[in-house]
């Protein structure tokens, strides 16, 4: 049970954060990103870094659903197509994440 709430509860977190982001709103964010980005860079910054993260909530919401298909019809197809969405998810998120941190903040530390 834990193995399928878990990755649906930390991608609603994600989710939500990523929605606050996409809005402008980029308190979320480690204060670095905060003093580095420019106020007019501040929208599209914080929507690149919302889609991101929206992306990231999305896949672990799948593998959270197809895990739990795995279990309750004990078919481990379920949990290698749930693994799979999983790490394209975060493949393209993290990957507009790190694009959004090196075209507004010239870097990612």
């Not at 929605?19 to 003093?35: E, P, Q, W």
Request: hydrophobic share 50%; glycine share 14%.
């Amino acid at each position: 049970m834990g193995s399928t709430l878990g990755p649906i509860i930390l991608g609603i977190i994600c989710i939500v954060i990523g929605v606050f982001n996409a809005r402008g709103d980029i308190s979320t964010l480690h204060s670095y990103h905060r003093k580095r980005v420019s106020e007019e860079d501040r929208i599209p910054f914080g929507k690149k870094v919302g889609l991101g993260m929206l992306i990231i909530g999305i896949s672990l919401i799948i593998f959270g659903s197809f895990n739990f298909l795995a279990n309750t019809l004990t078919n481990n197809i379920f949990i290698i197509i749930g693994s799979v969405v999983l790490v394209i998810g975060l493949i393209v998120g993290l990957g507009l994440n790190f694009y959004a941190m090196i075209k507004y903040n010239k870097g990612i530390f």
